[in-house]
């Protein structure tokens, strides 16, 4: 199966601080690819590197067999990608169909087809009663949603999502989970990151963990299972804090 995403000791460092280090990804066509770490343990800056939002200290990238750090060949990768990045990057004072139809015309899509994707994508994710809201005014699971709309108007073959399911409720988490799914089915690749261990563990069939900016595991979903479950071997590489338990000797006393 030919790799959608690929990557040869990527680094990123702030200042002296080394944020991602070294790791080689292997995301293959057609999966659905979960990037699993504790807070602060370096997703967003690789989600950030892979898409082109952010430079890269070092190391190599290719997504769809483009490399990214070549600006032409990366705006072509563009083309074929979505994003749901961390802030969103929504614009304030746009409605959403304002802002949906601006990024379809951004990937030089037909008006027509621009039209009849956001009255499907608007009335699916829950959204077409709030036609006259700025997204200013959006909760933030309203946004989410609204980013997600416009990474996937333009049917992209490879979705990058940063933390997809965090302050989403119930019923659009359902929506969302459905909706990705349905877009692996056919053939097409997601990478989501996530420090929820559960949202990988139901929804992903290849799993990446990343602690303290080093990749620890890379694996299907299927063979992870054959020694054990992904909880242990996440706790394994993530966890080895548990062994020394930490107390709080005041709140101890408070509660006796
Ligand atoms: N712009 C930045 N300047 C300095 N440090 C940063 C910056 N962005 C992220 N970091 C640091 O890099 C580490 C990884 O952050 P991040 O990739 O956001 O983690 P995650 O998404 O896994 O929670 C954290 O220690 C964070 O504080
Ligand atoms: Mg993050």
Redesign the pocket.
């Known amino acids: 199966m030919p790799l959608a995403i690929e990557t040869h000791e990527l680094t990123?460092y702030?200042?002296d601080?080394c944020?991602?280090g070294g790791i080689d990804l292997r995301v293959e066509q057609g999966t659905f690819y979960g990037f699993l770490?504790?807070?602060?343990?370096?997703?967003?800056?690789?989600?950030?590197m892979l898409t082109g939002l952010l430079a890269t200290s070092g190391g190599t990238i290719k997504v769809l067999g483009r490399n990214m750090l070549d600006a032409r060949e990366s705006l072509d990768a563009k083309r074929h990608m979505g994003v749901v990045p961390?802030d969103l990057a929504l614009f304030d004072n746009l409605t959403a169909r304002e802002y949906l139809t601006f990024v379809g015309r951004i990937h030089l899509m037909p008006r027509e087809t621009i039209r009849q994707r956001c009255d499907e994508l608007l009335a699916l994710l829950g959204l077409e009663g709030e036609e006259k809201k700025l997204t200013l005014e959006f909760s933030h699971g309203m946004k989410k949603k609204l980013a997600l709309a416009a990474a996937i108007l333009s049917n992209p073959d490879l979705l990058f999502l940063?933390?997809p399911f965090e302050g989403v409720d119930a019923v659009t988490s359902r929506v969302i989970r459905d909706l990705l799914a349905g877009f692996v089915a056919r053939g097409s690749t997601v990478f989501l990151?996530s420090?929820v261990l559960e949202i990988v563990e139901r929804l992903c069939t290849h799993v990446g963990i990343?602690v303290k900016?080093k990749l620890v595991e890379q694996a299907s979903l299927a063979t992870i299972h054959q020694t054990g479950s992904l909880e242990d071997r996440f706790l394994h590489h993530a966890g080895a804090q548990l062994e020394t338990p930490h107390k709080l000797n005041w709140l101890e006393e408070a509660a006796s």
């Not at 770490?37 to 950030?48: M, Y």
């Open positions: 990123r702030f200042n601080f944020a991602v770490g504790p807070n602060g343990a370096g997703k967003s800056t690789t989600i950030k961390e940063d933390e990151t420090h990343i900016g």
